[in-house]
């Protein structure tokens, strides 16, 4: 069974820029509520997606590079990367229809 690996700063490039497919990132933090609900969809979408496409979390309080580098504004946030480039990103709650659409719609 597939899920989502938490990773910080110092794993950003082993786990997603050398990754050998794409790879959806969840920036949250613990004082959110909103990524509560939204935590729900990414662990759903490492299982239902887990044959072409990699999830990571990363928390944003400890992990500021990331956050700077891929120009988070809030919390929770999301970026697709397909061959180090963000092909699709989402600021605030989302629930998984919403996920899912935008996943095959980039994913194929």
Same mark, same amino acid.
């Given at each position: 069974?597939s $899920?989502a690996? #938490?990773?910080?700063?110092?794993?950003?490039?082993s786990e =997603?820029l050398?990754?050998?497919k794409? *790879?959806l990132v !969840?920036?949250?933090?613990?004082w959110?509520g909103?990524?509560?609900?939204?935590s729900?969809?990414?662990d759903?979408?490492? $299982?239902?997606y #887990?044959?072409?496409?990699?999830v990571?979390?990363m928390? =944003?309080d400890?992990?500021?590079g990331a *956050?700077k580098? !891929?120009k988070?504004?809030?919390?929770?946030a999301?970026?697709?990367?397909?061959?180090?480039e963000v092909?699709?990103s989402?600021e605030?709650a989302l629930?998984r229809?919403?996920?899912?659409?935008?996943?095959d719609d980039?994913?194929g």
């Amino acid at each position: 069974m597939s $899920q989502a690996i #938490a990773i910080a700063d110092s794993q950003f490039d082993s786990e =997603v820029l050398q990754a050998d497919k794409p *790879v959806l990132v !969840y920036f949250w933090a613990p004082w959110c509520g909103p990524c509560r609900l939204t935590s729900t969809s990414i662990d759903w979408a490492a $299982q239902a997606y #887990a044959d072409r496409l990699k999830v990571v979390k990363m928390e =944003v309080d400890p992990s500021p590079g990331a *956050v700077k580098a !891929y120009k988070v504004e809030g919390v929770p946030a999301l970026r697709l990367l397909k061959d180090n480039e963000v092909v699709w990103s989402h600021e605030g709650a989302l629930v998984r229809d919403k996920l899912k659409t935008n996943l095959d719609d980039h994913l194929g």
